[in-house]
C-alpha cells in the first residue's frame, strides 16, 4: 500500500510540473497569436480590440488527459459571440449598411475615387457592403498557422518536461 501513496504522490508531482509546462506554452503561443493578429497582412485583424482583449488560455485536466486551449470569447455590441466570424470568414452574404458606416467611421478609413475626391463614410460602407455581398469574407486561419509555425518549438518544450 505504501507504494501506491507514493506513486500517486509522484504523479501528482509530475502532473503539476506538466501543467505549468503546458501553460506556459500556452501563454507563449496566446501572445504569438495575439501579435499574428495584430500584424495580419494585409491589414490587422483588429476593429475595437475586443478580440484581443477576450484572447485567454488555459490547462485543465478532463477524463485524464492534460488539455491546453487558446481561444477568444469576444462578443458583437448586441452579445453574439463573433470570434467564428473574424477568424472563420463567411460565404457571400447582405450585410446591413449602418454597421458598415460604423465600422468605416472607427477605422478612420480615406479613401479617394480615381479622380482623387475623397469618399464619404456611406460611400466606402457601400463598397465594403458589396464586396461582401459578391465574394463574402475570406478565412483567416491565424490560430492554425501559429500553431504549424510553432510545432517544432512546441515538441521542444514538452520533451523538457
Do not use: C
Not at 21 to 46: C, D, F, M, Q, V
Amino acid at each position: 500500500m505504501q507504494d501506491n501513496l507514493d506513486l500517486n504522490e509522484l504523479w501528482n508531482e509530475v502532473k503539476v510540473d506538466v501543467m505549468q509546462r503546458l501553460e506556459a506554452i500556452a501563454e507563449t503561443l496566446e501572445g504569438k497569436i495575439a501579435h499574428r493578429i495584430s500584424n495580419y497582412k494585409p491589414y490587422p485583424i483588429y476593429d475595437t480590440g475586443e478580440f484581443l482583449n477576450k484572447l485567454e488560455h488555459s490547462v485543465t485536466e478532463e477524463e485524464g488527459a492534460l488539455v491546453a486551449r487558446i481561444w477568444s470569447d469576444a462578443k458583437s455590441p448586441s452579445g453574439e459571440k463573433y470570434t467564428k466570424y473574424i477568424l472563420g470568414g463567411k460565404p457571400p452574404h447582405f450585410v446591413p449598411l449602418k454597421p458598415l458606416v460604423a465600422w468605416v467611421e472607427r477605422k478612420k478609413l480615406s479613401w479617394t475615387d480615381k479622380s482623387g475626391k475623397r469618399l464619404t463614410a456611406i460611400q466606402m460602407a457601400y463598397i465594403v457592403q458589396s464586396k461582401i455581398k459578391r465574394v463574402g469574407i475570406k478565412e483567416r486561419h491565424v490560430f492554425r498557422e501559429v500553431l504549424e509555425e510553432e510545432m517544432s518549438w512546441i515538441e521542444d518544450q514538452l520533451k523538457k518536461i
